[in-house]
């Protein structure tokens, strides 16, 4: 079975830039989620989707930070501008959840990590 | 909203002495509880998870939890450290999504 795929693996850019990554999740997943995780910190939830729907973004900075998930699979995750405190390890992870239970793991990626400099 | 306080960010031990890595929580609703490690410039792996029925959870690597409910507790043990063992390791706690806590660092000296 392949595992949650996130691209790129690294990326510098600017502050003010704008830079994207995207993740394509375990075959079947319905549940899909977006942490961004600073260095020495645990991962800090910035998106929750079930299928192509939100179901929790209460900590996605919505002024520079946009996600979506098109027909349910693959998704994208925006920074536009970015600042310096955005440079941190993006993870994607997916679940099967289909019904919405929480009690099944979650599949992480290996993460994109940003530094804005 | 749950949370998870994770009790020492770094933790020392030695080649095969005892591992306790402490996490409590919070929750509105019984939880689900889980514990992951990761490795350096790797992403998060599944040790073991905690949903219902029985309170000591197995996992790998020879690693086991054990839920309890009175202490909003969730600890990781090991009975014997191995160099590989070596890594930060991560408590999350799920009730509407998943929260994590700040993670411990484990150094396993020979």
């Known amino acids: 079975e392949a595992g949650v795929a996130q691209s790129p693996r690294y990326k510098i850019i600017e502050k003010r830039q704008s830079v994207a990554f995207w993740c394509n999740p375990i075959s079947g997943h319905a549940t899909l989620y977006w942490y961004q995780q600073i260095l020495g910190q645990g991962p800090k939830l910035l998106i929750q989707f079930q299928n192509n729907g939100v179901v929790d973004d209460s900590q996605l900075p919505k002024d520079r930070f946009s996600a979506e998930r098109l027909k349910g699979v693959d998704s994208t995750l925006k920074i536009q501008p970015a600042k310096l405190e955005d440079s941190a390890v993006y993870l994607c992870?997916?679940?099967?959840?289909?019904?919405?239970?929480?009690?099944?793991?979650?599949?992480f990626g290996q993460g994109t990590r940003l530094t804005v400099v | 909203a749950q949370s998870v306080t994770q009790l020492g960010s770094h933790v020392s031990v030695s080649e095969g002495a005892l591992v306790l890595l402490r996490c409590n929580y919070s929750?509105?609703?019984?939880?689900?509880l889980f514990w992951y490690v990761q490795y350096p410039n790797q992403g998060l792996q599944l040790l073991l998870k905690?949903?219902?029925?029985?309170?000591l959870v197995k996992g790998i690597n020879g690693f086991e939890a054990e839920f309890k409910k009175s202490e909003t507790s969730f600890h990781l043990t090991k009975p014997s450290a191995h160099m590989s063992d070596a890594a930060e390791y991560f408590c999350?706690?799920?009730?509407?999504?998943?929260?994590f806590g700040a993670g411990t660092r484990l150094t396993v000296k020979p």
């Open positions: 905690y949903t219902t029925g029985a309170t």
């Open positions: 992870a997916s679940s099967s959840t289909r019904t919405g239970a929480m009690n099944t793991e979650a599949f």
């Open positions: 999350a706690v799920v009730d509407n999504d998943m929260r």
């Open positions: 929750s509105s609703v019984p939880p689900y």
